[in-house]
């Protein structure tokens, strides 16, 4: 990182998606819901108080990316869903690292859990 550039962190608590992921066919006929925090450390070219959009990476455009990808097709396993979050994300040269804790509110399990999921990290150069 040289000295005109300012590292700092983004966080995506909590967004919720209806999708039709799992490995029985009713989770993907019925669907369910999965929440997704994302953990992003970027970039930012020019720091300081600019207050300009085109200078700073956007959530709402990683929001958008990670939406269409996550419910755009169907994953039978977390773990194959995350590591796909992670490697759509080079799309953006800003990040630097990213963590995704997905999970899975209803698994289709016969205990009662709060939900089950999958935590992946990347760094990218």
């Not at 992921?21 to 009713?26: K, N, T, Y």
């Not at 989770?27 to 720091?47: C, H, M, S, W």
Request: proline share 5%.
């Amino acid at each position: 990182m040289s000295e005109t550039e300012l590292e700092y962190n983004i966080d995506i608590c909590g967004l919720r998606l209806f999708a039709y992921h799992g490995v029985f066919p009713e989770e993907n006929k019925l669907g369910q819901e999965f929440k997704i925090d994302l953990y992003l450390k970027v970039i930012r070219a020019t720091p300081g108080a600019d207050d300009n959009l085109k200078n700073v990476l956007s959530y709402w455009d990683v929001i958008e990316l990670v939406k269409a990808l996550f419910t755009g097709k169907t994953f039978k396993l977390l773990e194959t869903a995350a590591h796909s979050i992670l490697q759509e994300l080079t799309q953006f040269p800003q990040i630097k690292y990213a963590r995704i804790h997905l999970k899975k509110l209803t698994p289709p399990i016969p205990v009662t859990v709060d939900y089950v999921g999958v935590v992946f990290e990347k760094e990218y150069f």
